[in-house]
């Protein structure tokens, strides 16, 4: 089964909107970690923003903000004020604490194109 | 700030041959990572390495893959006989802690011919 759910294969906005990315994850595990990378076409993966299973709050990070919905198992990643610079592929991805050691499951990603 | 270090950034083989792609971790890092990435497919973990040993690995991760940390520096992938489908990018990431995020190298493209 599938750890890690981004169904949105591309995804359009335009220079200063705001842009939501999916992502749902499937795990038994009550102790995770949820990511999001960055990977422009120079093909570098960036770390952009964390949420641990058990935080409170929303992780945010300068533009980036993690809409994380427990009970939904979701975690989607909002970008505000997009920039071209953005245009990217944007990948989830989950580590299971009790149970994947510490590898890193990845989506099969979503690419975000921004226009002027 | 300090970041990983992946070397050769692009490695071109002929099939069967061995292939060394190297990597320098953040210096106070101790748990060590291998990813691939085929073309246009998502990020699949291949092994992470903690104390000088594998600490897990995928079945990805076969008798061709081997990893060494030969020095205080360095973190080395080996593929013993390289085959067409061993075509993709490979990262190495590292962290101090596994409950922190992993930073990622730029990734060695390796293309088999």
Known sequence: AQKITQTQPGMFVQEKEAVTLDCTYDTSDPSYGLFWYKQPSSGEMIFLIYQGSYDQQNAT???????????RKS??????????????MYFCAMREVNTGFQKLVFGTGTRLLVSP | ?????????????????????RCVPISNHLYFYWYRQILGQKVEFLVSFYNNEISEKSEIF???????????????????????????????????????????????RLSIL
């Open chain 2, 62 to 108: 076969d008798d061709q893959f081997s990893v060494e940390r030969p020095d205080g520096s360095n973190f080395t992938l080996k593929i013993r006989s390289t085959k067409l489908e061993d075509s993709a990018m490979y990262f190495c990431a590292s962290t101090r802690d596994p409950n922190q995020p992993q930073h990622f190298g730029d990734g060695t």
């Open chain 1, 61 to 71: 990070e300068g533009r980036y903000s993690l809409n994380f919905q427990k009970a």
């Open chain 2, 1 to 21: 700030e300090p970041e990983v270090t992946q070397t050769p950034s692009h490695q071109v083989t002929q099939m069967g041959q061995e292939v060394i792609l």
């Open chain 1, 75 to 88: 975690a989607n990643l909002v970008i505000s004020a997009s920039q071209l610079g953005d245009s990217a």
